[in-house]
């Protein structure tokens, strides 16, 4: 069994994705952040989808301060 990195849906294998829609998030902040100019490894996604999330449901308003790590390797 294995949980969900999005939701706290837990599924089986050989679904290697939760129905939550979850993943295609993780991939839409990823092309948003590729648009700006910033490439992450891919699990940086994951905290840039929550990000906007929290955004999107009012959890973050305007004014706040918030981090958001993003981490990667730098191409040479």
Not at 21 to 44: H, I, Y
Not at 46 to 68: C, L
């Amino acid at each position: 069994m294995l949980k969900c990195f999005v939701c706290p849906k837990i599924y089986d294998p050989p679904r290697y994705k939760c129905d939550c829609g979850g993943f295609g998030e993780v991939l839409s902040a990823l092309a948003k952040l590729t648009a700006q100019g910033v490439f992450v490894e891919p699990t940086s996604g994951v905290g840039a989808a929550g990000f906007i999330k929290a955004i999107a449901t009012g959890a973050i308003t305007s004014g706040e301060q918030v981090v958001v790590e993003l981490t990667g390797k730098k191409k040479d």
